[in-house]
């Protein structure tokens, strides 16, 4: 009997001894995504969502993250959380994963959100004065130019407007001489779209020469367009640049079809490039040229799309900008020397010294090609031109 | 000059889509005395379960989907009807009221999860029609829905003046104790406004999304708005009031933005309503007051 219970203590100990073996090598490292999920912008959220797990699982597959111990952790995506797109409900998120511990947070989807948010963040490192939030935030789709300047918390690995349009316009009349005018179309309560005809497309279309002949305006939630299409027919421009989303870009574009305006050649936002206005309207889409950081045009950036599909997410611009995130940041914690303990001064130790490496980076890898990082912690990233074409987005050139 | 008619033309039709839901605000205000925030919601509603159904029919063409709206918008308005009417207490204002506006966000959410967000293209009627006057011209699609508006308000008047219905319906809206006094199911009655401003709501969320070209969560919001405005412009109750003041609304809405710019619309239209309220609080077509 002795013998038995000796036995069965032994297997007792040595089954405690293996699990217990088993937790202290289960170390993990976490990443809390956000953005939107709710609205009429949810498609961005339940994209990045997929993309940011595709891509953790990848990390994870290849053996995890390396911390300064030489142990290996595996990495995790805490749930996404939904701010929204509301710069309150942004914070809020923000502050509940301060309160976690996840070493940095990846979002948000949307500009608004974003630059009060990188306001909340410490302006400076090591300002003592500052009471701001020291916490490490990496955005994937908020693309507003210059926002990342706000914080030296806040990074972004967003695709850079300025260069994108002024190479697109520079390409244009190079290849497309007999156009000579550019009108706008704007979405004029939306902060993104706003300053992207404001600050970018007619800037960028002035520097290349062009003669910019004016603007129309409308809102997010217009759906009557037919004042803006006259507008847009009296001006009778070679070109329209189109700064707006999906639903109001659709909403133009059949009108003008109503009307039967047809300029020369229609410029897209950035944004657009995406699977809602193929679903929207494919056929008054066709022959929109959108520059994009995004096109499964090589081995990497196929692989990336089929993870992510796996995952009930689409690739596009936007989302990849999460999958190349995730591996920006672990490559951050490597070079960093984390130490992935979970007690709070480790963790904020963490933070800090992931900080300081991403600030200190100064190229990443990316899905088209290698992402430069600027001094204001901006990306500058590789982009083709796309077209809408038998209703998908196909690269119509590659300028790199 | 023509430039701005025109605008004020497009306006006017435009604001046809703005009667359609106006109506429906109306009719329930009639009956019943109270707002039913959810309308312009569970019309747009009604016009995607009308997109899902005959995309299941494999049904494509813009009728199928507009009649699959039309029985889709009545069992939702009986729906709404059910939860927000019928379960709570209709002698607690705020409580109904409240639940029509949980509804409103309700409605929005299972859209934005079932569409993931992103706008779908919506069949459209007419799409090349274009009716040309004298230098101005008037979409083909747009006259559909004023005369869709027109026929509806026909059929509304039929329906109250005409038959037992409409009889037993003005008599709840007028003394609904009464009413049930004389043998009138008032619950009955009153569900089937619901219902019958439901398929309303149906046609007009199906016309709205194919005149817009595409249905979004981004419809539910501003149609409310301008549903409930046209509603207290055209004077609560009042059903050629609402198409009266649809087009009023629609007209202006284009007048303010061909002079002070997109950004200041909505500011004047606002006013607008606010001069109703204080100068002519009942409405264009104000109501003499009942019995009780």
Not at chain 1, 233 to 249: E, G, M, Q, V, W
């Amino acid at each position: 009997m002795n013998k038995i219970a000796l036995a069965v203590a032994a297997a007792f100990a040595t089954t405690l001894g293996f699990s217990g073996s088993a937790v202290a090598q289960e170390k993990t490292v976490t990443i809390a995504p956000f953005g939107v999920k709710t609205g009429v912008l949810r498609l961005f959220g339940l994209n990045s969502e997929a993309a940011v797990k595709a891509a953790v699982e990848e990390v994870n597959k290849a053996g995890g993250v390396k911390l300064a111990d030489g142990s290996k952790a595996k990495m995790i995506a805490a749930d996404y959380l939904d701010d929204r797109c509301n710069a309150e409900e942004g914070i809020a998120v923000v502050r509940r994963i301060y309160g976690s511990e996840a070493l940095v947070a990846v979002g948000p989807t949307c500009s608004n959100v974003a630059e009060p948010l990188y306001g909340i963040l410490q302006k400076k490192v090591d300002d003592a004065k500052d009471t701001g939030l020291q916490f490490p935030l990496l955005t994937d789709v908020a693309i507003k130019v210059g926002l990342a300047k706000i914080s030296e918390w806040s990074f972004r690995n967003v695709p850079s407007e300025l260069t994108m349009y002024s190479s697109l316009y520079y390409w244009l009349k190079t290849t497309r001489p007999e156009l000579k005018t550019v009108y706008g179309g704007v979405e004029e309560d939306f902060a993104h779209s706003r300053a992207s005809w404001h600050v970018v497309m007619k800037d960028r279309a002035n520097a290349n020469g062009y003669q910019v002949l004016g603007e129309s305006k409308w809102l997010l939630n217009d759906t009557n367009f037919s004042t803006q299409v006259r507008e847009i027919k009296k001006a009778n421009p070679d070109i329209l640049s189109i700064a707006a989303h999906p639903f109001t870009t659709c909403g133009l574009l059949k009108e003008m079809q109503r009307q039967g305006v047809k300029p020369k050649l229609i410029v897209g936002l950035t944004s657009t490039s995406s699977l809602e206005t193929m679903q929207a309207c494919p056929k008054q889409a066709e022959g929109m040229i959108i520059p994009s950081s995004f096109a499964p045009i090589n081995k990497e950036a196929k692989f990336a799309a089929e993870q992510t599909a796996k995952q009930k997410g689409s690739a596009d611009l936007h989302s990849m900008a999460s999958w190349e995130n995730v591996f920006i940041l672990k490559e951050a914690m490597e070079r960093a020397g984390i130490s992935g303990r979970k007690d709070a001064a480790s963790i904020q130790s963490d933070r800090r010294k992931l900080r300081d490496a991403l600030a200190a980076t100064k190229t990443t890898k990316g899905l088209l090609g290698v992402n430069k990082r600027t001094e204001d912690r901006e990306a500058d990233k590789p982009y083709v031109f796309v077209h809408g074409k038998g209703g998908s987005w196909v690269v119509l050139h590659n300028p790199l | 000059m023509f430039d701005f008619l025109q605008a004020v033309l497009d306006g006017i039709l435009f604001g046809t889509t703005y009667s359609l839901i106006g109506i429906g605000f109306t009719l329930v205000f009639g009956v019943m005395h109270k707002i039913n925030m959810a309308y312009a919601a569970a019309s747009i509603g009604a016009a995607y379960l009308g997109l899902v159904t005959a995309s299941v029919f494999k049904a494509s063409s813009a009728w199928a989907v507009f009649g699959y709206s039309f029985v889709s918008g009545g069992v939702l308005g009986y729906f709404v009807y059910l939860i927000c009417f019928h379960l709570i207490p209709l002698k607690n204002e705020n409580a109904t009221l409240m639940s029509t506006v949980g509804m409103l966000l309700l409605t929005d959410e299972l859209i934005s999860h079932a569409t993931t967000g992103a706008p779908q293209n919506y069949p459209a009627t007419l799409e090349d029609v274009m009716v040309r006057a004298g230098g101005l011209s008037v979409r083909g699609d747009l006259i559909l829905v004023f005369c869709v508006s027109v026929a509806c308000t026909a059929a509304l008047l039929l329906l109250l003046y005409r038959t037992r219905l409409g009889l037993a319906t003005r008599a709840v809206a007028q003394q609904p104790i009464a009413a049930q006094l004389c043998g009138i199911r008032v619950a009955q009655v009153n569900a089937l406004t619901f219902v019958i401003t439901g398929l309303l709501g149906g046609i007009a969320g199906a016309l709205i999304c194919s005149a817009v070209g595409s249905l979004s969560i981004l419809l539910t919001g501003p149609l409310t708005v301008k549903g409930l405005i046209v509603t207290v412009i055209g004077g609560l109750g009042s059903v050629p009031g609402a198409i009266v003041a649809g087009l009023l609304v629609g007209g202006l809405e284009n007048a303010f933005q061909h002079f002070r710019g997109v950004t200041e619309r909505d500011m004047y239209v606002m006013l607008l309503l606010f001069a109703f309220l204080i100068f002519r609080p009942g409405g264009i077509f104000a109501k003499g007051r009942g019995r009780d």
